[in-house]
């Protein structure tokens, strides 16, 4: 029982965490037609933007040791304007090629960040203690203990789904973007400023991150250069699941990577768990001979200006 | 002039789909370009709207030059354009489709008038207003995306293909709904049709597009009998009785 309980809060938090970073990638997607590789870089960047650039082993903390309000406002801050200038730098200028052309300009922006950050920071890994008191337990039982952190990144992830949601249903702005989505060259025939749109799916894809960045470094306590490639990862494999392009399919997605993961920990033997990603990649092979079209489909793939 | 044409050549890579075309619409006109399949006139009214670029030539619009517009800032000229396919927005309401042609204006009192003069112009949408749009059939997707284009208060619209899938009794009220609100708010329309016959039954003027050119070019009233509008349109002039009896 107690285990199950664990299992259950454990795969809901992680599942939250792809969710979001699945979201963060689906948005570009969704108006771009843009896999953007680079989105555990800005989750990487945000992390780094706490302390001061060095390549010294020992971290000096910059913005981590603000008042916490500040903090998070900062470091969304400096992910939004990576991500915006990611798109008035690079993307806006090959904004028509196909989307193989956009994926591999991500990927090469990826490499990029993440050799920017060995230059000014150095390639070690850095110990960071952003918030050592979310890193405690609540008691639930004598055996049950729910670790705060955990449910701070479900609570969180929720409120930004319900602020998203309203968004995008509510705000003209918000309908626009969703008819972007669907039919870009319509909506511009409508009057819809294509620049304005994607330029506004880069602040909120980047202020995911942002928050990502926060939650994810106050559970490790590390920053790595490569530490939001992982991430990027599996929130990619959480859209293709859910269906790119849907902005539910992206959330599906992530919670269904994130629960599988975390089962497989609880009922894999202790020699096979090393082995996890095998199946959920394999999973992910499994869904997608199934529908191939993700779980929620779209008319993402259609041709647009 | 309200919008004026002149001489344009589109290529696709270094393939040209229209060379040297000029096409003039008066304000409260009604125009038809009419032509077989891969004439060019999707691709003319796609150059008009910004999405595609000419290689040579010019367009004018209100005496203002618009190439090399954006497809949103040929918009907000007041043209305002419902290309080929229907293309509702399928997962938005019919009304969140309705109020994205409002996004461009600013003259809220007059949005809500227009907005209820639509409703009251298609009471189909009215009814579904609030369902998604991809739900609507074929001909209820072709009112709501007049009606859209309607609410972006043009001075010209472009349509293509406005009969393009639909069933015979549902161009007829196509037709007549764009008829109707030329009398009733002097509507300028620029039509892109494949059928000669309805072209000529709607227009004041028609240009006969094929293989790129125009062909020909006159009074709808002077070419009433049909039979000069169909041989520009096949390119023939032998075996014309055979080609009046195709399906068209």
């Known amino acids: ?305 | 002039m309200l919008l004026s044409v002149e001489d344009i050549y589109v290529h696709y890579g270094r393939v040209p789909a229209v060379r040297g075309v000029s096409i003039g619409v008066s304000e409260g006109e009604i125009v038809c370009v009419v032509g077989p399949n891969g004439a060019g006139k999707s691709t003319t009214l796609l150059t008009i709207s910004g999405v595609l670029r000419p290689s040579q030539g010019t367009i004018n619009f209100d005496g203002q030059s618009i190439v090399g517009l954006t497809p949103e800032a040929v918009a907000r000229h007041g043209i305002s354009q419902v290309p080929e396919g229907r293309h509702v927005f399928t997962t938005l309401s019919v009304e969140e489709n309705l109020r994205l042609g409002t996004r461009m204006r600013r003259d809220r009192a007059e949005i809500e008038a227009d907005f209820k003069r639509v409703l009251e112009l298609f009471p189909v949408l009215a009814e579904r207003r609030r369902g998604a749009a991809g739900k609507l059939s074929g001909g209820e997707q072709q009112m709501l995306v007049i009606g859209r284009a309607l609410l972006t208060n043009p001075r010209i619209m472009t349509i293509d293909e406005p009969s393009l899938g639909l069933a015979p009794n549902l161009v007829d009220r196509v037709y007549e709904v764009l008829l109707e609100l030329r009398e009733s708010r002097g509507l300028t329309l620029l039509i892109v049709e494949q059928s000669s016959e309805r072209a000529i039954k709607a227009a004041d003027r028609i240009y006969v597009l094929r293989s790129g050119e125009i062909q020909l070019e006159g009074d709808a009233a002077d070419l009433q009998d049909g039979e000069k509008v169909r041989q520009a349109y096949f390119g023939f002039t032998e075996g014309v009785e055979h080609a009046g009896e195709a399906t068209f």
């Open chain 1, 1 to 305: 029982m107690e285990v199950v309980v664990q299992v259950i809060i454990s795969s809901l938090s992680l599942g939250s965490f792809y969710a979001l970073g699945a979201l963060g990638i689906g948005l570009l997607f969704g108006v771009l037609r843009l896999i953007n590789f680079a989105h555990g870089d800005f989750i990487t960047v945000g992390g780094f933007s706490l302390i001061v650039p060095a390549t010294a082993v020992v971290a000096v903390p910059l913005i981590l040791d603000f008042h916490p309000v500040a903090l998070i406002i900062c470091v969304v801050g400096v992910v939004v304007v990576w991500a915006l200038a990611s798109y008035f730098l690079l993307f806006r200028h090959i904004q028509t090629a196909p989307p193989a052309v956009l994926m591999i300009a991500s990927v090469a922006l990826s490499f990029s960040i993440q050799n920017l950050i060995i230059m000014i920071y150095s390639g070690r890994p850095k110990a960071v203690g952003l918030w050592p008191e979310l890193t405690g337990v609540i008691p639930l039982s004598d055996k049950v203990q729910v670790p705060i952190l955990q449910l701070v990144i479900v609570a969180v992830t929720w409120i930004l789904l319900i602020l998203l949601t309203i968004f995008l249903r509510r705000t003209p702005i918000g309908v626009e973007m969703r008819a972007a989505a669907e039919d870009f060259r319509m909506a511009r025939m409508l009057g819809v400023n294509a620049t304005r749109v994607i330029a506004l799916a880069f602040v909120i894809s980047g202020a995911l991150a942002g928050i990502m960045a926060l939650m994810y470094h106050t559970q490790t306590g590390i920053l790595s250069f490569r530490g939001g490639v992982f991430l990027m990862l599996y929130a990619f494999i959480a859209t293709v699941i859910g269906g790119m392009g849907s902005l539910i399919g992206a959330v599906v997605g992530g919670y269904v990577v994130g629960i599988f993961s975390t089962v497989l920990i609880a009922i894999l033997p202790e020699g096979m768990r090393g082995f996890r990603d095998a199946f959920v990649f394999g999973l992910v092979v499994v869904i997608l001979l199934a529908r191939p079209q993700g779980l929620v489909p779209t008319r993402a793939f259609k041709e647009r200006v």
